[in-house]
């Protein structure tokens, strides 16, 4: 692929080895951060991650996440037409997406980009194809990363499954299947048999599905960050428990290099920082001198450790936009699109809605439907009736308006790169990102064109 102009001083110009061992701290410990970790360490650099909570833990979307790894991720969420939506998001508390009232003033510069990000074909086009070089074979590179961190079972390759109640509503959504074909993303069509073969509990409503043979997901993607970060650590990276605050340079031009990361719990020097923290990243790019929109589109999930269904795959419903997924901890149902501050406190009636739409679909989990002393017809998919979700989570997707992530060198000093803003598919695009983020840090010919992900673009 060529590789367009990247910023002037880009991260590394020939001057430096390709393979050079430099001090590079990697801030935030989501998947961002600990693939990017485990990409430095390969070649050669001493890595130090900032991280102030558990690797993998509540506090970072990578842990809350419907756990798909999909290669047919590349809708981004902003389409053409999508304007005449808005009304819809500001009225339907009960939707897939919605917009707290009290947050739009400060959203609406966020949200003009987004419209004007989906506005037109071409760009929405721009926007698949750029997503689609981060995640066409985000699978593979998933179950490589696993396995190499000692924790191979917990990505699986049985497909993914999106559903649709008929075909008028599979048609309604053109556009979207359009776009996965071009970016060469296959999917098989199951009929209402072929669909009750794969799913016995669904219900009735659903006559046709999609299938994503090629997609993956994770069993517990809290605990795959924790593996990655320990397997960083078992390589040679330390790990700070501490919140980075900003950066220090030295005297010279344009700021000077840096010298070391500010932490809560003091300096860190280093030569590099990769800016990895989620939704803090636009606080701490803004530290570096780069104001990127990012707006934090928090989502939900609730889960259910024994539920009496049959689940062999992860399943995506047209008409509920949320991902029911088999996880090691039960049945995970992760969703809702909610426009809100970050500060805001969560809206559980948004776990609720999950709850009352996976009801829907699959009556088994309605209270009092689960048949008594029903045996689990496997393992980690299903186990005998439990009526409720036992646990719920609220976690910020960190979005930009244009639904691509922010990777590549600071515009203003190179020896920051941004690695931030995957919004809906950071996990899957995570291995990717880490592999771009070395490639400019190393002055290798990225693999992966950055120039989509600049982060002078906004
Ligand atoms: C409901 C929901 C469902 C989703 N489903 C999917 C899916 O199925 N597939 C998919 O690919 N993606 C999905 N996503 C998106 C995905 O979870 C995110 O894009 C991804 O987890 C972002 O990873 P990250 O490492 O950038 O951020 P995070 O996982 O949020 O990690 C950031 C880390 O930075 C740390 N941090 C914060 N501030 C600082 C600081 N000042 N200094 C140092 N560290 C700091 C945090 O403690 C945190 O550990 C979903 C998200 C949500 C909310």
Request: charged share 20%; with cysteine; proline share 9%.
């Given at each position: 692929?060529?590789?367009?102009?990247?910023?002037?001083?880009?991260?590394?110009s020939?001057?430096?080895?390709?393979?050079?061992?430099?001090?590079?701290a990697?801030?935030?410990?989501?998947?961002?951060?600990?693939?990017?970790?485990?990409?430095?360490?390969?070649d050669?650099?001493?890595?130090?991650l900032?991280?102030?909570?558990?690797?993998?833990?509540?506090q970072?979307?990578?842990?809350?996440?419907?756990?798909?790894i999909?290669?047919?991720?590349?809708?981004?969420?902003?389409t053409?037409?999508?304007?005449k939506?808005?009304?819809g998001?500001?009225?339907?508390?009960?939707?897939?997406?919605v917009i707290?009232?009290?947050?739009?003033?400060?959203?609406?510069?966020?949200?003009?980009?987004?419209?004007?990000?989906?506005?037109?074909l071409?760009?929405?086009?721009?926007?698949?194809?750029?997503?689609?070089?981060?995640l066409?074979?985000?699978?593979?590179?998933?179950l490589?990363?696993?396995?190499?961190?000692?924790?191979?079972?917990?990505?699986?390759?049985?497909?993914?499954?999106y559903?649709?109640?008929?075909?008028a509503?599979?048609?309604?959504?053109?556009?979207?299947?359009?776009l996965?074909?071009?970016n060469?993303v296959?999917?098989?069509?199951?009929?209402g048999?072929?669909?009750?073969?794969?799913?016995?509990?669904?219900?009735?409503?659903?006559?046709l599905?999609?299938?994503?043979a090629?997609?993956?997901?994770c069993?517990?993607?809290?605990?795959?960050?924790?593996?990655?970060?320990?397997?960083?650590?078992?390589?040679g990276a330390r790990?700070?428990?501490?919140?980075?605050?900003?950066?220090?340079?030295g005297?010279?031009?344009?700021?000077?290099?840096?010298?070391?990361?500010?932490?809560?719990?003091?300096?860190v020097?280093?030569?590099?920082?990769?800016?990895?923290?989620g939704?803090?990243?636009?606080?701490?790019?803004?530290q570096?001198?780069?104001?990127i929109?990012?707006a934090?589109e928090?989502?939900?999930?609730?889960?259910w450790?024994?539920?009496p269904?049959?689940l062999?795959?992860?399943?995506?419903?047209?008409?509920?936009?949320?991902?029911?997924?088999?996880?090691?901890?039960?049945?995970?149902v992760?969703?809702?699109?909610?426009?809100a501050?970050?500060?805001a406190?969560p809206?559980?009636?948004?776990?609720?809605?999950?709850?009352?739409f996976?009801?829907q679909?699959?009556?088994a989990?309605?209270?009092?439907q689960?048949?008594?002393?029903?045996?689990?017809?496997s393992?980690?998919?299903?186990?005998?009736?439990?009526?409720a979700?036992?646990?719920?989570w609220?976690?910020?997707?960190?979005?930009?308006?244009?639904?691509?992530?922010?990777?590549?060198?600071?515009?203003?000093?190179?020896?920051i790169?941004?690695?931030?803003?995957?919004?809906?598919?950071?996990?899957a695009?995570?291995?990717?990102t880490?592999?771009l983020?070395?490639?400019?840090?190393?002055?290798?010919?990225p693999?992966?064109?950055p120039?989509p992900?600049?982060a002078?673009?906004?």
């Open positions: 692929m060529q590789n367009r102009r990247m910023p002037p001083d880009t991260v590394d020939a001057a430096h080895p390709a393979r050079g061992s430099r001090e590079v990697v801030l935030g410990a989501g998947i961002v951060g600990a693939m990017v970790a485990g990409a430095l360490l390969r050669g650099h001493r890595v130090t900032i991280e102030p909570g558990e690797p993998g833990g509540e970072a979307a990578s842990f809350g996440n419907g756990a798909w999909s290669p047919a991720s590349v809708v981004p969420m902003s053409p037409g999508l304007w939506k808005l009304p998001y500001l009225s339907d508390r009960s939707g897939p997406l707290r009232w009290r947050a739009l003033p400060a959203l609406l510069p966020w949200l003009l980009r987004f419209w004007w990000a989906g506005h037109s071409p760009r929405v086009q721009a926007t698949a194809r750029a997503l689609a070089a981060l066409h074979d985000a699978p593979e590179r998933h490589r990363a696993a396995a190499q961190a000692g924790v191979a079972g917990l990505v699986v390759q049985r497909g993914l499954l559903l649709y109640p008929d075909r509503a599979f048609e309604a959504e053109t556009l979207a299947w359009r996965r074909r071009n060469g296959l999917a098989r069509e199951l009929d048999a072929a669909l009750r073969a794969l799913l016995p509990d669904v219900d009735g409503r659903y006559g599905g999609l299938l994503v090629a997609g993956a997901h069993l517990d993607p809290g605990a795959y960050v924790a593996a990655l970060v320990r397997q960083a650590q078992a390589g790990l700070l428990r501490a919140r980075a605050l900003g950066f220090a340079f005297p010279g031009p344009q700021g000077g290099r840096l010298t070391a990361v500010r932490t809560e719990a003091g300096d020097a280093c030569e590099r920082a990769v800016i990895c923290a939704i803090a990243s636009a606080g701490l790019a803004q570096a001198g780069d104001w929109p990012l934090s928090r989502g939900y999930h609730v889960v450790p024994e539920a269904v049959h062999g795959l992860p399943v995506m419903p047209s008409d509920g936009k949320m991902a029911l997924t088999p996880t090691r901890g039960g049945l995970r992760a969703g809702q699109v909610e426009l501050a970050v500060s406190s809206d559980w009636r948004r776990a609720d809605l999950l709850t009352r996976a009801q679909m699959f009556p989990l309605r209270p009092g689960a048949p008594a002393g029903s045996a689990p017809r393992t980690e998919d299903s186990a005998a009736c439990a009526a979700p036992t646990s719920r609220m976690g910020h997707r960190p979005s930009t308006p244009d639904g691509l992530p922010v990777i590549g060198p600071s515009a203003q000093n190179p020896d790169v941004h690695a931030f803003g995957h919004g809906h598919v950071g996990l695009a995570a291995p990717a880490a592999e983020v070395a490639d400019l840090l190393a002055g290798r010919t693999a992966i064109d120039w992900y600049r002078d673009r906004f």
